[in-house]
């Protein structure tokens, strides 16, 4: 990703036709790889900020890039001037993206947020099977900055639904459900074909780590559980992930 934003650098004396403006870059996560063609993200970000400087008051714009919920994403920052206050709309016009790619625009007071999204290389996804969303926003806040990326659905039912579509790598599941016997679903998971190679956590208050190995689960958590237990006990299932090498060997196809 770095790639792409010191390209647009390269460009800054032709983007801001010598106007008031440099362009600089602030924080950029080292490492940071989003799993989208370095051209591809190259133009992106030039026609972002050819249509900031159009409403940008003199200063500099600011290129940010980290990791936020399992995404690479790219944050620019320009200062506008009262009388120049764009419809966010306009804005990201003419930026065409990947369908996997989302651009969105922020006005606060004098400055212009802009967030690219991309899909990160290396992004797991986990699907937290809990009828507590703040549980979930607990799972969320441990993974924060990492590459793992939390799915909710407090309904067991669904389980199956959102495995066909987004392919968890990891499900992480509270066996004390009130639409279906959490022990049940774990060996309705263990016993499906299309499931069975997904590792199960199971983080629970019922203290039944033998009967939780037994019917399936790669690992137990009871809970209460600490961010760091949270995110030891992911990594190890990620290691019993068949395929997941394979995965990102995959993914480092045409990233930038």
Not at 24 to 53: C, F, K
Not at 66 to 91: C, F, H, Q, R, Y
């Amino acid at each position: 990703m770095a790639e792409a934003i010191n390209g647009v650098l390269e460009l800054e004396d032709a983007l801001v036709s010598g106007r008031d403006i440099c362009i600089e870059v602030g924080y950029v996560q080292p490492d940071l790889v989003a799993a989208v063609h370095p051209s591809a993200l190259r133009q992106i970000l030039i026609t972002a900020v050819r249509r900031l400087i159009q409403y940008a008051s003199p200063g500099q714009i600011t290129i940010f890039g980290g990791l936020e919920d399992g995404k690479a994403k790219i944050t620019m920052v320009v200062p506008i001037a009262a009388e120049n206050e764009p419809v966010e709309s306009d804005l990201i016009r003419d930026v065409l993206t990947p369908e996997d790619v989302s651009v969105q625009t922020h006005l606060d007071g004098d400055h212009i947020f802009m967030w690219v999204e991309l899909p990160s290389v290396g992004k797991v996804t986990v699907l937290a099977v809990d009828d507590n969303p703040d549980m979930a926003d607990f799972y969320r806040r441990s993974t924060e900055g990492t590459s793992y990326y939390i799915m909710h659905t407090t309904r067991a039912q669904d389980v199956f639904d959102i495995v066909e579509t987004a392919a968890p790598d990891i499900i992480v599941l509270d066996v004390m459900l009130p639409d279906t016997d959490g022990w049940k679903l774990l060996m309705r998971l263990y016993e499906n074909p299309a499931t069975r190679s997904i590792p199960v956590i199971v983080c629970s208050v019922v203290r039944e780590e033998e009967l939780a190995i037994s019917l399936g689960a790669a690992l137990y958590l009871p809970k209460p559980v600490r961010p760091r237990e949270f995110i030891q006990a992911l990594d190890q299932a990620l290691s019993q992930a068949p395929g997941r090498a394979s995965k990102d060997q995959d993914n480092n196809v045409a990233t930038c």
